[in-house]
């Protein structure tokens, strides 16, 4: 841990000391985000000090020695995290989701379940291989290029996974594949220390340069017939509350901008005026508008994720359609915030040394993580016509 960030969460009594604690983190973390973005790194040393505090042990269940933390609560630290950096929060987002997921929805059997999660316990981290170059995204239904083949002892992995974020980084992947010879469809949960694991550095993109989402390349990987972890049919999943870490992600982004550029525009004052720039009503337009579309993205936000903790599973699928109209509003409410703060600061907000140019950046990735603006529409317009 840093100088200073010496407390661990499950020493906290709180949530707001949970808050306190991870703001405290946070602002570590803005203070190497610049750097990590321009040489397109990991941030190494950010995923070691969340590890350290107990973080991501937050949403292991109770009964395997973690805090089952609410997706209220995930939400909030999660926006909390991307503050201080985007891609920090967004890579660390998916594991702290799917161990979330995974524990309500009790997809894996029980032994293969306790296993990992005593794993994390130790600090171990997971996530999610689906996204192939054939088939683009997973949400879309298109059935994984990569096969898995039986034999006697198990199975036979061979294929190739992009978007692989964290991969620098993690100890489990799950990873999505076609049964051969079959219409099957699985997941299969694979260590990094199987022979035949390689992580491709292809991870170029000019957003969320920080998230090691490099290629998974498998040749020949063999895992045991208890790795075979869920069966599913491709682009039906049901409703995913965990999901909602990734418009947090975005919201907390948008308030970095929000934050710079009222601190520029209480501290700027060119000679033209006397004062600064905050005084100015078409600032302070800009100032109001910034706030109502964070209100508004932070109220739909938390909400929604207040109805998903206070329902029960069997109940929570019909929060489907509205799930994705969280992401949709938020993301797009949070593009929209960094547009206006980039307004308020004028051409400097383009310089490489100004941190806007980044929150640009990684605040677009939102439109291509699941679900999908297009689809997310489309649920919504059949949603409105069977209700009507």
Request: hydrophobic letters at 40%; proline letters at 4%; aromatic letters at 8%.
């Amino acid at each position: 841990m840093s100088e200073g960030l010496d407390m661990q969460f499950q020493e906290t009594r709180t949530f707001e000391e949970k808050l306190k604690l991870m703001r405290e983190m946070s602002e570590q973390f803005r203070t190497r985000a610049a750097k990590v973005d321009e040489e397109a790194s990991f941030p190494f040393e950010n995923i070691k000090e969340l590890k350290a505090s107990g973080y991501t042990q937050l949403t292991v269940p109770k009964k395997y020695g973690g805090e089952e933390i609410t997706l209220y609560e995930l939400v909030r630290l999660q926006e909390q995290i991307a503050i201080g950096d985007g891609a920090t929060a967004l890579a660390i987002g998916w594991h702290m989701g799917i161990v979330k997921n995974l524990a309500e929805k009790r997809l894996w059997r029980e032994e293969i379940f306790k296993r990992v999660m005593e794993d994390v316990k130790k600090g171990a981290l997971l996530n999610g291989a689906a996204s192939e170059p054939q088939t683009g995204s997973p949400t879309r239904g298109g059935k994984p290029t990569t096969i898995a083949r039986k034999t006697e002892n198990g199975w036979i992995i061979n294929g190739r996974k992009t978007f692989t974020t964290m991969s620098p980084v993690l100890d489990y992947f799950i990873v999505s594949a076609s049964i051969e010879e079959s219409d099957e469809v699985g997941n299969f949960l694979i260590h990094r220390s199987l022979p035949g694991i390689i992580i491709e550095e292809t991870w170029d993109s000019v957003a969320m340069r920080g998230t090691g989402s490099h290629d998974l390349v498998l040749m020949d990987v063999e895992v045991l017939s208890d790795e075979y972890v869920e069966r599913f049919v491709p682009g039906q999943k049901g409703a995913n509350g965990w999901l909602l870490n990734i418009p947090a992600c975005y919201l907390g982004i948008a308030q970095a901008a929000q934050k710079y550029a009222i601190h520029f525009a209480k501290t700027y004052s060119p000679n033209s005026i006397s004062g600064t720039i905050i005084d100015i009503p078409a600032v302070q337009q800009r100032v109001g508008e910034m706030e109502l579309r964070i209100l508004e993205a932070k109220h739909f936000l938390y909400s929604v994720a207040k109805q998903w903790d206070a329902l029960a599973e069997v109940e929570r699928m019909r929060l489907n359609a509205e799930l994705g109209a969280v992401k949709y509003a938020v993301t797009n409410k949070a593009i929209e915030v960094v547009d206006l703060a980039m307004r308020i600061v004028g051409a400097r907000s383009l310089s490489q040394q100004n941190p806007l140019q980044r929150y640009y950046r990684d605040v677009r990735a939102g439109l291509h993580n699941p679900p999908m603006d297009d689809m997310t529409i489309q649920a919504l317009a059949r949603k409105a016509l069977a209700d009507n």
